[in-house]
């Protein structure tokens, strides 16, 4: 299992442009790919979740991947989601 | 007639025939199914077929566009399997129908979203909404409304629908097409944007239109004003037909000036460009360039101070979307009333008098160096100027150039490639250079002269008091005789000199400009044909014998009745005359 912690960065937050980008990587894993944030649970590969949570900027969250290329998947996803500048 | 008021979203006013468009309006009723599995695998049918009906409409449009990114939208969720898995999960376990457990889902989700108070999430709500409808319908074997050919041909619709799905809109025949009324829908939602990008008018949130509509009826639609006129009386359509008939003349005048370059009757080029860089706007394909890139929002819009590679990757993507077309960079204007946290930059007692643009930028060496670095790296990318704002002498001037070349060394250093050979210009917005504007256009390679501060400075009122306001007009004589000493002063050192500032894309000023040999007017997109059309209309150097009875006039009011002459005499207005 792959863990991260990453405090969103971008203004936008994970939510319109960013959210689409997003679940675009994280579907060419086979990974599951979950973001925990407080009680929430999120899908990372359901654009309609991850729309309906709003993740904002300064959010912190938790990355967690599980899966055969948990490795692969896991540290890309982080370094999108902490390179996002818009 | 009947009249409908809903909210103006797309502009323009057309007369065309009613066509009733009432898919959309889904229900179920729960029931228990004997067979869960085929009844799960409807929905998988369906969103395969829903699916493989947006990849067909999606191939005939252009990447980036909005009818593409509206379908790319719908496919994003229709593609969302999480979403889904609920619904097929009920549909398994309660041997519930997988219509009802689906609209039961969507309205729930989408009521979710609504209540966010964020327009972007209700918009997504009306997306969601609408690709479930479109589920729920093929679940349940109805077939959409054919509106992929008019009844007859030649003949144009209005289409009345309770919230218009954009793959509806796109399957119409746009030929036919002539506008939208909706009930539902906000100003942001998909078939405003699908209408703005057809350029055909909508009217969103018109109560009850579907059933006040009758197919083939007449209508006259309003997308300025949000009226909709069903089986118009005679003196309604009267009127609608005077309206048209301005609105036409404008259309069709500017969009034949749009693409051509724009010149003076006599011949005189004027390059008409456009101001950028706080809205987002993409550069127009019929322009001369960029006149005014602002560079402000990079530095407010962060929490630190943007690095050079941030700032040469903006600079750059600017430049070569321009192609060989010129992109001015103006330095940052910061300080005054736009500030930047992390600059900590002190309270003043009189900002617009203070440590603002190019003096703040002469006090802050490493953060202005880094911007020229960007600017040069990035005058490899495209034709591009670089621009100092608020200068006030000549020794500012030359300082800003000695870093500009200090900056050059540094790259040089680095061995990082730059233009070595970059046009430097001055923004002309005191009146301080104005008065020196024959020492500066020596060292200068090019004017831009910036009228909303100019006329702040020269009038010494603050545009947003309401008390001095009347002073704040470019019409003034004081304003006005500033301008064209610093026109010919450019002319007499054989630099060109454009015009920034909103006083640019006047209609009524054009003439003048024109006149006093400005060789180029930079303005929001949005005023490209109009400027274009107006500068079109101008014989320039009839005009320039007539300029100094003009500006001896007695004030700013004398000299807007005589510039209103002017534009009836040359009609610089299409449908002014």
Redesign the interface.
Known sequence: MFTAQITVPNETGLHARPASALVRLCKQYQSSIHIRHGELDIDAKSIVRLLACGLSQHARIELVVEGEDEAEAGSAVAEFIRSLTD | MKVIEGRGAAPGCVRAVVRRCADGAVSAVPRTVDDRQAEAEKLRRARADYAAALSRLRVKEADGSPAADILD?YR??LD????FEPVVRRTLSDGLNVDFSLLREARE?AG??AQ?D?P??AA?AGD?TNVCDALILRIQGAVPSDLSAPAVPGEKWVVFARDLTPDAALRMDRSALAGFVTEQGGLTSHTVILARSLGIPAVVGAPDALEAAVDGETVLLYGDTGRVILDPDEAALAAFRRDRDGAEQLQAACDAAMIREAATLDGQRIHVCVNLGDSGADLPEHCDGVGLLRTEFIYL?ADHPPTEE?QYRHYAAVAAQAGGREVIIRTLDIGGDKQAEYLALPREANPFLGCRAIRLCLDRRELFLTQLRAVLRAGLSGNVKVMFPMIASLKELREAKALLAQAGAQLRAAGTPFRGDMPVGVMIETPAAVQISDALAWEADFFSIGTNDLIQYTMAADRMNERVQYLYDVCSPAVLRSIRTVARNAAIAGIPVGMCGEAAADPLLAPLWCAMGLNELSVVPAQVARTKYAVGRVDAGALRARLPGLLDLDGAEEIRTALAEIQREYQTMPGSE
């Open positions: 939208a994003e969720i969302d399997d999480v979403f989700t979710l979203f966010m964020d972007y999430l997504r969601i819009g941030e």
